[in-house]
C-alpha cells in the first residue's frame, strides 16, 4: 500500500550520540518535509525537499541535517543528540503538482534524550 | 513572518453541538488553508481544505468558510460526535513550489458524550 513510513517509532537515547530517523515515502511524491511537534502541541517545519539533491532549512532552527539521494527517502540525522532534542519528529510528502497539494504524514517517531 | 494564529486552544461541547475553530495568517499572498485532524498518539490527518478563489466549502459535518479580506479562515464542525475529540491544525501557504505550510498553534477539541 502507498504510504509514508518512519522508522523507529519510539527511541531513547543517550546524550551525545549520533542518530538517523528513517523516512520512506512510496508514493513517488517529489516533495517532502521533516516537522518537529511536541505532544499535542504546534508542528514547526525544520526541512524540506524538493526532490533529489535539494534541501532546505525550514523555519525553526534545528541542529539536524537531512538527505535527498533518491526520491523515496529523506533520513534525519542528529550528530549529537541532547535533551532538547526530545520531541515527536514528522514527515510529511506532497506530490509536485502546479498548485499546493495536502501533505501526507508518517505515524512520527518520538525521541527522548536522556 | 508568516505566522498563522489559531484560538481557542481548547474547546469542550456537548455531543451534538456545534465547535467553531477560527485561525488568522499574516501573509497575504496565502492562498492555500487545510485543516488536518490528529488523534491521540496517531498522524495529522486532512480534513477539508479551502483554496482563495472560493469562500466556502462544506463536506458532511465540517465546512470552512475564508475571508481573504479580513486575512482569516474558520472550521466549523456540527452535529459533534465524540469521535470528533482530537487537536485540529489550521495551516496556510502561499503558491509556489515548495508548498511549505505554516501551521497554526492547534485546538484540542472534547466532545462531551
Known amino acids: 500500500e502507498a504510504d509514508i513510513y518512519q522508522t523507529p517509532r519510539y527511541l531513547v537515547i543517550g546524550t551525545g550520540k549520533k542518530i538517523t530517523l528513517e523516512c520512506s515515502q512510496t508514493m513517488g511524491h517529489d516533495k517532502m518535509y521533516w516537522y518537529q511537534q511536541d505532544p499535542g502541541m504546534e508542528l514547526h517545519l525544520i526541512h524540506y525537499?524538493?526532490?533529489?539533491?535539494?534541501?532546505e532549512k525550514g523555519d525553526l532552527s534545528s541542529e539536524s541535517t537531512v538527505s535527498r539521494i533518491r526520491t523515496e527517502h529523506f533520513p534525519l540525522t542528529l550528530e549529537s543528540a541532547r535533551p532538547s532534542h526530545t520531541s515527536q519528529y514528522l514527515c510529511?510528502?506532497?506530490?509536485?503538482?502546479?498548485?499546493?497539494?495536502?501533505?501526507?504524514f508518517g505515524n512520527g517517531t518520538r525521541l527522548t534524550v536522556t | 513572518g508568516e505566522n498563522v494564529e489559531q484560538h481557542p486552544s481548547t474547546l469542550s461541547v456537548q455531543e451534538g453541538d456545534s465547535a467553531v475553530i477560527k485561525c488568522t495568517y499574516s501573509d497575504s499572498a496565502s492562498n492555500y488553508f487545510p485543516w488536518y485532524k490528529q488523534e491521540l498518539g496517531k498522524r495529522p490527518q486532512l480534513i477539508i481544505d479551502i483554496r482563495s478563489n472560493v469562500g466556502e466549502k462544506k463536506d458532511q459535518r465540517i465546512a470552512v468558510t475564508l475571508n481573504k479580506t479580513a486575512k482569516h479562515f474558520s472550521l466549523h464542525i456540527t452535529e459533534t460526535q465524540p469521535e470528533d475529540s482530537a487537536v485540529y491544525f489550521c495551516?496556510?501557504?502561499?503558491?509556489?513550489?515548495?508548498?511549505?505550510?505554516?501551521f497554526g498553534q492547534g485546538t484540542t477539541l472534547q466532545v462531551k458524550p
Open positions: 525537499s524538493y526532490g533529489v539533491n535539494s534541501t
Open positions: 495551516a496556510a501557504s502561499r503558491l509556489s513550489n515548495t508548498g511549505k505550510l505554516i
Open positions: 510529511a510528502s506532497a506530490p509536485s503538482t502546479g498548485d499546493n497539494s495536502p501533505l501526507h
